[in-house]
C-alpha cells in the first residue's frame, strides 16, 4: 500500500488532564524550592547588613557575605539548571523525541523529583504513541486485505493512498496521479477526476483477455486543509453475469412448464385422430364408397400428419432449452490443461485436416493444471471450437488456435482464437443471450449453456472480435 507523507502522523502537545497535573506538580515542587532558597537568601543578606553595621568583626563578615555569595550562585544555578530540563522536556513533547530520559540520582531531592515527573509524563507519552501507532498498522493490515480497490486522492489527480486491490486491478505498480489510468482506460480518468461526494457509477471496460463492470463509489472528507476523495472500486462483472443468467433460468422454466402443458396434449390427441381417421378411410375403401369422400379423409389425415409433426417439434424445442436449467452440479477433479487441449484437437482432428485449417495448441507452461469437472469444459471447448471452425469456412489460409495461461491477475485462462469472418460489434454483446443465434440453423443455447458452465466453476467466458482479421473466446477460472 502505498502513503503519502502528507497522511504521516504529526505530534503536538495534547491537552489532557494527566499533563496538567505533572505540570501542577513540577511548577509546585519548583516553587516551594525557590520560596526557601529565596527566604534563606534574604536572612543571609540581613544578617550580613546586621554584621556590617554593628560589628567590626572582620572575619565573620567575610564568612557571612561568601554565605551570601555562594546563595546567589546557588539560587541562579538552580534556577537555570530546571530551566535547561524544562526546555529539554519540552523539546522531547515538541519534536516526538520519548527516548530521552532525565535521570534521578536520588529521591530526595525535589529537583530529583521534578525530573522523575518528566520521565514519568514521557512514559505515558510512550504509551500514546505506541497504540496510536499500534492502531495504524492495524488499519493498514485492513486495507491491504481488503479486496476493493480503494484510491485516496486530491482533486488535482495526486493520489495518497492506493491498496493491493487496485494495483492488481489495473496491473501498476505504483501510482502516482489519477492520470496514470489513461491507458487502462480513459473513461475511469474523466469519471474518477469528476466524480462527486457520494456518487456511485458503472463503467464499462472491454479488454481483449477481459470484460469489466466497474463499480464506483466515492466519498469525499478533509484532513490538515487538504481535500482528500476516498474512492472504491469493484468488478462486478461475474455477479452481473450470475443475475443475467438466472433471470434467463426463471424465464426459461415459465414458458418450457406452460408450452408443455399446452404441447402435449395436442400432441397426443393429433396423433389420436389420425389413427381414427386411417381405420375410418380403410373401412370406407372396404365399403367400396366414393373416392372423393375417401380422398378428404386423407386429407385430413395429413393435416393431422403436419400437425403432429410440429407438436413434436415444439417439444423437442422446449426439451433442448430445458438444458440451461438442468445442468449438472461440477464434479471438480485436477487435471492438466495440456492434455485436455489435446483431446480437444483429437475430437476435431479430421475436420480440421479437411478443411486445410492450422491448428496451433500453446500450454504455458506446460505443467499448467485446472481444477474443474473436465466433461463440462470439454463441452464448452467443443462448442467453442465447432463455431470457429464454421467461421473458417469462407476463410483463406484458416488459424485456428487454442492457448492457455496464466493471465495478467494470475488466473488461469484458455483462449480460443480464430482468423475467420468474425463477429459484428452490434451483435457481439448479444451471442450470450439464450434463443439468440446467426446461424440458420442454430438453436442459440450453446453460448449460454457455456456461461452457465463457467458459471458454475466461478469463472467467465467474454468475447473479442476484429471483422476479418480475429475473434478470440477466453475462458476464465
Not at 546567589?72 to 529539554?88: C, G, P, S, W
Not at 464448452?380 to 491477475?409: C, D, G, M, W, Y
Amino acid at each position: 500500500m502505498e502513503t503519502s507523507p502528507k497522511l504521516h502522523q504529526t505530534w503536538d502537545l495534547p491537552a489532557h488532564p494527566f499533563i496538567e497535573e505533572w505540570k501542577n506538580m513540577a511548577f509546585n515542587s519548583f516553587r516551594t524550592n525557590y520560596i526557601i532558597r529565596s527566604l534563606l537568601l534574604t536572612a543571609s543578606i540581613f544578617g550580613l547588613s546586621y554584621l556590617w553595621y554593628n560589628t567590626e568583626l572582620t572575619m565573620t563578615l567575610i564568612l557571612a557575605g561568601l554565605l551570601v555569595l555562594f546563595q546567589i550562585i546557588a539560587m541562579i544555578f538552580y534556577v537555570d539548571r530546571t530551566n535547561r530540563v524544562l526546555n529539554n522536556f519540552l523539546e522531547s513533547i515538541r519534536y516526538s523525541d520519548f527516548t530521552r530520559t532525565f535521570q534521578v540520582e536520588s529521591t530526595d531531592s525535589s529537583f530529583d523529583k521534578l525530573k522523575k515527573s518528566f520521565n514519568e509524563v514521557i512514559e505515558d507519552f510512550q504509551s500514546v504513541r505506541a497504540e496510536k501507532e499500534e492502531n495504524f498498522f492495524y488499519l493498514q493490515t485492513v486495507i491491504q486485505h481488503i479486496g476493493i480497490a480503494l484510491i485516496a486522492f486530491q482533486r488535482d489527480g495526486t493520489v495518497e493512498l492506493i491498496n493491493n486491490a487496485t494495483k492488481k486491478l489495473f496491473q501498476v505498480r505504483t501510482l502516482h496521479n489519477i492520470q496514470g489510468l489513461k491507458e487502462f482506460s480513459p473513461e475511469i480518468v474523466q469519471k474518477l477526476l469528476t466524480i462527486k461526494h457520494g456518487e456511485n457509477d458503472l463503467i464499462r471496460v472491454r479488454e481483449k483477455d477481459d470484460l469489466l463492470q466497474l463499480a464506483i463509489y466515492a466519498t469525499e472528507f478533509r484532513i490538515h486543509n487538504r481535500t482528500i476523495l476516498l474512492v472504491s472500486i469493484k468488478n462486478i462483472q461475474q455477479e452481473l453475469d450470475e443475475k443475467e443468467m438466472e433471470s434467463w433460468q426463471k424465464l426459461i422454466r415459465v414458458l418450457t412448464h406452460e408450452i408443455m402443458n399446452s404441447i402435449t396434449p395436442i400432441s397426443s390427441l393429433s396423433s389420436t385422430v389420425k389413427l381414427l381417421i386411417r381405420d375410418i378411410a380403410t373401412s370406407l375403401e372396404n365399403q367400396q364408397v366414393d373416392p372423393e369422400d375417401t380422398e378428404s379423409l386423407k386429407e385430413v389425415e395429413q393435416a393431422l400428419q403436419t400437425i403432429h409433426k410440429r407438436t413434436d417439434g415444439l417439444l423437442h424445442f422446449v426439451n433442448t432449452y430445458r438444458n440451461l436449467t438442468k445442468i449438472p452440479t461440477p464434479s471438480f477433479s485436477i487435471f492438466k490443461v495440456k492434455d485436455l487441449l489435446d483431446n480437444i484437437r483429437d475430437l476435431h482432428e479430421n475436420e480440421i485436416h479437411n478443411k486445410g485449417i492450422t491448428c496451433n495448441i500453446i500450454v504455458e507452461p506446460e505443467s499448467l493444471e485446472l481444477s474443474a469437472d473436465q466433461h463440462l469444459i470439454e463441452q464448452v471447448l467443443i462448442n467453442l471450437v465447432t463455431n470457429a471452425v464454421h467461421a473458417l469456412e469462407e476463410t483463406s489460409n484458416p488459424q485456428l488456435e487454442i492457448k492457455a495461461f496464466l493471465n495478467r491477475r494470475g488466473r488461469i485462462t484458455i483462449q480460443v482464437t480464430d482468423n475467420g469472418k468474425g463477429i459484428l460489434p452490434d451483435v457481439l454483446d448479444k451471442i450470450f443471450i439464450p434463443f439468440f443465434t446467426t446461424k440458420p440453423q442454430g438453436s442459440g443455447i450453446g453460448l449460454s449453456l457455456s456461461r452457465q458452465i463457467m458459471r458454475l466453476h466461478g469463472g467467465g467466458i467474454n468475447a473479442y472480435s476484429e471483422p476479418g482479421k480475429e475473434t478470440k473466446f477466453s475462458l476464465t477460472f
